[in-house]
C-alpha cells in the first residue's frame, strides 16, 4: 500500500519563474492538503482540495494555486516565484468522505524547492 | 484566527529520562490535536494524536494530555531513547477544517 508521494524530490528555479508541484495521496484517501515548511520551522497550510475544488485556503497570495484530479491526485503551482518561496513543499492526504470522515492527515516526503 | 504556541524550542535528556512538551492553542473551537515526529531530511510522521472529548491517550512510550479549560495539551515520552531524537511539532484543528495550525517545533536530543 503506496503512502503519500510527491515529486520532484528537489527543484531549483530561478525568480519570476513558475513552478509545478505533485502528489499522489495515500490509497482510500480523497482529500489533499498542502503545507510550506520553511527551514527549522512548523509547516504553514497552504490549502486543501477535495471533489476537485479548493476546500479551505491559508494565508498565501494567489500566486499559489492548486488544482485535483479525479483520481484525487493534486498538483501545486507557484507563480512568479520570489526568493522566499524557497522552502519544503509538504502534500498531506485524508479522508474526509461519509460517516468515516475524519481530519488525519498523512504527509509525503516533501519537494524542496530552491529558488535563486 | 488560530494560534498554536509550543514550548521548549529545544529539549535535551538523558537516555531512560522522560520528555514532555506543551502546547497552548487559541481557538476554543479547536477538537483535534496530533502530534508529528520529523526525523531530519524525513516526512512529519503522525505519532499520536487526541481529540477534544478524552482528556488523555497512551501508545506504549508516548502519551498524550489535553486540558480543554486551559487550551493546552502535552507530549510525554517516557524511558527515552536515541532513536526518539528528532524535531516534534504539536498541531491543532477546528471540526470540519482541512487546516492544521502547527506550533513551531521542539527539537528533542537523547543522549546516550
Known amino acids: 500500500d503506496a503512502g503519500v508521494t510527491q515529486s520532484p524530490t528537489h527543484l531549483i528555479k530561478t525568480r519570476g519563474q513558475q513552478v509545478t508541484l505533485r502528489c499522489s495521496p495515500k490509497s482510500g484517501h480523497d482529500t489533499v492538503s498542502w503545507y510550506q515548511q520553511a527551514l527549522g520551522q512548523g509547516p504553514q497550510f497552504i490549502f486543501q482540495?477535495?471533489?476537485?475544488?479548493?476546500?479551505q485556503r491559508g494565508n498565501f497570495p494567489d500566486r499559489f494555486s492548486g488544482h485535483q484530479f479525479p483520481n484525487y491526485s493534486s498538483e501545486l503551482n507557484v507563480n512568479a516565484l520570489l526568493l522566499g518561496d524557497s522552502a519544503l513543499y509538504l502534500c498531506?492526504?485524508?479522508?474526509?468522505?461519509?460517516?468515516?470522515?475524519?481530519?488525519?492527515?498523512?504527509f509525503g516526503a516533501g519537494t524542496r524547492l530552491s529558488v535563486l | 484566527g488560530e494560534n498554536v504556541e509550543q514550548h521548549p524550542s529545544t529539549l535535551s535528556v538523558q537516555e531512560g529520562d522522560s520528555a514532555v512538551i506543551k502546547c497552548t492553542y487559541s481557538d476554543s473551537a479547536s477538537n483535534y490535536f496530533p502530534w508529528y515526529k520529523q526525523e531530519l531530511g524525513k516526512r512529519p510522521q503522525l505519532i499520536i494524536d487526541i481529540r477534544s472529548n478524552v482528556g488523555e491517550k497512551k501508545d506504549q512510550r508516548i502519551a498524550v494530555t489535553l486540558n480543554k479549560t486551559a487550551k493546552h495539551f502535552s507530549l510525554h515520552i517516557t524511558e527515552t531513547q536515541p532513536e526518539d531524537s528528532a524535531v516534534y511539532f504539536c498541531?491543532?484543528?477546528?471540526?470540519?477544517?482541512?487546516?492544521?495550525?502547527f506550533g513551531a517545533g521542539t527539537q528533542v536530543v537523547v543522549t546516550p
Open positions: 498541531a491543532a484543528s477546528r471540526p470540519g477544517w482541512g487546516k492544521l495550525q
Open positions: 482540495y477535495y471533489e476537485e475544488e479548493e476546500r
Open positions: 498531506a492526504s485524508s479522508f474526509l468522505r461519509g460517516e468515516q470522515a475524519k481530519n488525519i492527515q498523512y
